[in-house]
């Protein structure tokens, strides 16, 4: 997974830090990164608020979506991803 760019090209840090919160919520930043939105959002109320809303809805579709596929639904997903795996390779 390719880190989060040092350099916000042009966007300000509360554009890039928005731009970028799913990837600190699922844990997909570098430490590095990570210690940046920490950062970040320690000193900027807009982002913290977002940050948290944006955490809020994510637990909430967590606890709402606990069921499991239907094995014929899953299977025949995985057969799809396999065909369009293939055909990309």
């Given at each position: 997974m390719e880190p989060i760019p040092h350099d916000t090209a042009g966007e300000s840090?509360?554009?890039?830090?928005?731009?970028?919160?799913?990837?600190?919520?699922?844990?997909?930043?570098?430490?590095?990164?990570?210690?940046?939105?920490?950062?970040?959002?320690?000193?900027c109320a807009p982002c913290l608020a977002e940050l948290s809303v944006e955490?809020?809805?994510k637990q909430l579709v967590?606890?709402?979506?606990n069921e499991r596929a239907p094995e014929t639904?899953?299977?025949?997903?995985?057969?799809?991803?396999t065909v369009m795996t293939t055909l990309r390779g």
């Open positions: 840090e509360c554009e890039h830090a928005l731009g970028h919160l799913y990837e600190y919520l699922d844990s997909e930043m570098t430490p590095e990164d990570e210690h940046r939105m920490r950062a970040h959002v320690a000193h955490e809020l809805v967590r606890r709402s979506c639904l899953r299977l025949r997903i995985h057969e799809q991803l």
